[in-house]
């Protein structure tokens, strides 16, 4: 299958940079959300990041103009009817995600593919929310989307060699690299990255160092362009709390136990950067 048209349900940060890439690679895009305003928004953004790229020589005018004309604002899953495959980027909730799945399953045509972005949940589960779990798969792109190479590729136990083998060619068109991960809690990518920031947070929490000294032994010491505590503000705290309590149910061990500190700071509602407040403070 060619995929010529597809939806992104979701225009958050990772939505909107799904929606980007695939626009930008010459798909027709509709990019979902309930809010007009919302979507409205991010692709002002988008447009924003475009402009800044041709700037600096990295795209043409008209390939902005091109990316920009292939984005459609959607409020109505309706829209999916047509399309070739629809990539679900809305919140790390599986009885929401379940319901817009079984939603599409009937708007769909038979042969358009499903996929997630989720970043830790099961897509075996998601996909028996459908009647086409052999079209159900995982494509966990990695924030910023249109800067970040990597994207997984989660086959749930029904979903079939053609299936995958068309969004293992899709990545490649959209100049990702995709790696293959078996369904398991938090894949490869948030098993071992979340276990680092949880373990960060342990750390603050029992006053083994600062904040800052925490992130500047992992910066410096292990080359890591980030700190731990630093990027858990810039994924969002309710988030990878949200992934901590998937490993830990999904594994029953208690080395994935969310650390104490994270769930105090996710109550208070310090999210991180996206609130002006996590582990560091943000201006507006």
């Known amino acids: 299958m060619n995929i010529k048209k597809v939806m992104v349900i979701g225009a958050g940060q990772m939505g909107g940079g799904i929606a980007q890439v695939m626009a930008g690679a010459g798909i027709e895009t509709y990019l979902n959300d309930v809010s007009l305003e919302v979507i409205e928004g991010r692709i002002k953004f988008i447009e924003g990041l475009l ?17 920009l004309r292939n984005l459609i604002p959607s409020l109505a899953l309706e829209d999916a009817a047509d399309c070739d495959l629809v990539v679900e980027a809305i919140v790390e909730n599986m009885e ?27 897509i075996t589960e998601i996909a028996a929310s459908t009647n086409r779990p052999e079209k159900v798969i995982g494509m966990h792109f990695m924030n910023p989307v249109p800067i970040m190479k990597l994207v997984e590729i989660i086959r749930g136990l029904a979903t079939t060699d053609p299936t995958y083998q068309i969004i293992h060619d899709l990545t490649l068109a959209l100049n990702k690299t995709p790696v293959e991960v078996r369904d398991v809690p938090g894949f490869i990518s948030n098993r071992v990255l979340q276990m680092m920031i949880n373990e960060a947070i342990f750390c603050l929490y029992e006053g083994v160092a600062t ?56 109550k208070a509602g310090w999210l991180g950067k996206k609130t002006g407040r996590g582990f560091y403070k943000y201006d507006e």
Do not use: W
């Open 211 to 266: 904040v800052e000294d925490i992130d500047t032994v992992m910066k410096l010491g292990m080359n890591h362009p980030m700190g731990p505590l630093q990027l858990a503000d810039f994924i969002g705290l309710d988030t990878v709390l949200a992934i901590m309590e998937t490993l830990h149910e999904g594994y029953s061990d208690s080395k994935y136990r969310p650390a104490p500190l994270l769930r105090q700071y996710v």
């Open 51 to 67: 402009t800044k790229s041709v700037a600096k020589g990295k795209v043409t005018e008209e390939q902005k103009h091109d990316t």
């Open 96 to 122: 929401i995600k379940c319901k817009v799945f079984r939603d599409l399953d009937k708007i769909c045509k038979p042969d358009c593919i499903l996929a997630s972005n989720t970043s830790s949940l099961p």
